[in-house]
């Protein structure tokens, strides 16, 4: 169903936190945060979407 979005997770600088979505057999809610420099060179996490996934649809 949200095979799609498999794909967000696979970009360079990109951390993916699971969630377990509590009862609700194979969902699990993916908060994404992606590393990247300012002009100081200073690291800084930002949160870029929280997505839902359905885990049963994958291979």
């Known amino acids: ?3 799609g ?3 967000l ?3 360079p600088g990109a951390r ?3 969630h377990s979505a509590g009862h609700t057999r194979g969902l699990t809610l993916y908060e994404i ?3 990247s420099s300012n002009e100081n060179g200073t690291n800084t996490m930002r949160s870029v979407t ?3 996934f359905d885990l049963t649809s994958d291979q």
């Open 33 to 35: 945060y992606i590393l």
């Open 1 to 3: 169903m949200h095979r």
């Open 16 to 18: 993916v936190r699971c």
């Open 5 to 7: 979005h498999r794909r």
């Open 50 to 52: 929280s997505l839902t």
């Open 9 to 11: 997770t696979q970009q």
